[in-house]
């Protein structure tokens, strides 16, 4: 085209020189999470060499390892998230008595939407009125079966170890497996528990387990919850040392641990209490010696020896009896307190003293 013709206006506009006019209607700015991270304006504030550093855990976290499930568990979830809504949930009694009410759902089959009639609201709150009703039947009838099976165990004896008379209150002890109950009196057996729990050999604490009398073969801890049941009705008053054991849930170890100051001071006690054992004469040389080096004086061995062997009746020798027993009995007692200790330990030498001044008598007795 002619540059008459562009005079003219006939021909295209030329293209402008220079900076594009401002419209009036400028397109709208985009937000700023449009564009990439090197094309967004800085953030007002601390630098980045300038802000707190998160502080790092001394310990990683670390979560329990994930333990699969079982069977029964996957069947029981199945059927109560995945096959009904959550205003609906799945009642355990229900699964328990399924087969009453729908037999699909114990075998883990799918029960389709529009065929189920779980998913009608009034239904399940007629089923769940029936659930407590079958639920007390089915435990009536569990009980009725125990007793038929109770009548039908064989009695291996009718009179107690023991008193060797038929027991007035008899306590069994059943062993399903061989189906055969041996009967005792209540008090045998209780007298007989809890000296196998107090069993000690000299100073030092030795438990043993509840066992059955008449087969010296240990209870099962459904005997024993069985046996303290029976005992309990009979109103016979239960032991310290059987109560902990409940208390420790039939377990010896827990037993032994949580009830160590008492096993150990019944072992000490009754030692003192026995002169003809081993441990009394080595515990009462054991105390009387270390005394004398305490007040650094020399103990004539030999003299006290004979004194606690024949002459245990003295009131020397009971007087450091006492003073022996009450020793060990802080030792064991106050092991984490030192300072009642230490001011039970300084009666016992003050008192350990006079008898230390009277060691001539058991020379030449006084008539």
């Known amino acids: 085209m002619s540059k008459i013709a562009r005079a003219k206006g006939q021909g295209p506009r030329p293209k402008a020189k220079g900076p594009r006019p401002r419209v009036k209607n400028p397109r709208p700015k985009l937000p700023l999470t449009y564009y ?28 329990p390892p994930v333990q699969p ?18 205003l609906v949930l799945f009642h355990p009694w229900l699964f328990k008595m399924g087969t009453y009410l729908y ?10 939407k529009t065929t189920s009639d779980w998913w009608n609201l009034d239904t ?12 007390k039947l089915r435990l009536a009838f569990m009980k009725l079966l125990h007793h038929w099976r109770f009548k039908h165990l064989k009695i291996a004896n009718t009179d107690d170890i023991v008193t060797m008379d038929p027991p007035k209150k008899p306590v069994y002890i ?24 107090l069993h000690h050999d000299g100073v030092f604490e030795e438990s043993a387990e509840p066992r ?25 008053h239960t032991s310290t040392a059987f109560s902990a054991f409940r208390q420790a849930r039939w377990n010896m170890q827990t037993f032994q641990t949580e009830y160590t100051a008492m096993l150990k001071l019944n072992a000490l006690r009754k030692t003192m209490k026995n002169p003809d ?18 007040k650094s004086e020399l103990c004539d061995v030999t003299l006290y020896k004979n004194a606690i062997r024949y002459k245990n009746g003295n009131s020397i020798v009971q007087g450091w009896q006492r003073l022996c027993t009450l020793y060990y009995e802080s030792l064991i007692l106050y ?26 008598e058991l020379k030449f007795p006084v008539k």
């Open 36 to 63: 990439p991270r090197y094309m967004q304006p800085a953030k007002k504030g601390l630098r980045r060499d300038q802000r707190p550093k998160r502080k790092k855990p001394l310990f990683p976290t670390v979560y």
């Open 69 to 86: 499930l079982d069977d029964r568990t996957k069947k029981y979830i199945r059927a109560t998230i995945f096959r009904y809504s959550q």
């Open 103 to 112: 037999p699909e759902l114990t075998r883990g089959e799918q029960v389709p």
């Open 124 to 135: 399940i709150i007629q089923a769940r009125k029936y659930l407590p009703p079958i639920y």
């Open 174 to 197: 059943v062993n399903w497996k061989s189906r055969t109950a041996h009967v005792f009196e209540a008090s045998t057996l209780m007298r007989d528990i809890t000296e196998r729990l």
């Open 212 to 236: 059955n009398p008449f087969t010296n073969s240990p209870l099962t801890q459904a005997q024993m919850i069985s046996l303290w049941n029976q005992i309990s009705l009979y109103g016979i």
């Open 277 to 294: 054992e081993y441990d009394y004469m080595d515990r009462m040389m054991d105390f009387i010696q270390y005394v004398y080096e305490a």
């Open 335 to 360: 092991t984490n307190n030192a300072e009642r200790f230490k001011e039970i330990n300084d009666r016992i030498f003050d008192r350990a003293t006079v008898f230390m001044g009277r060691e001539n």
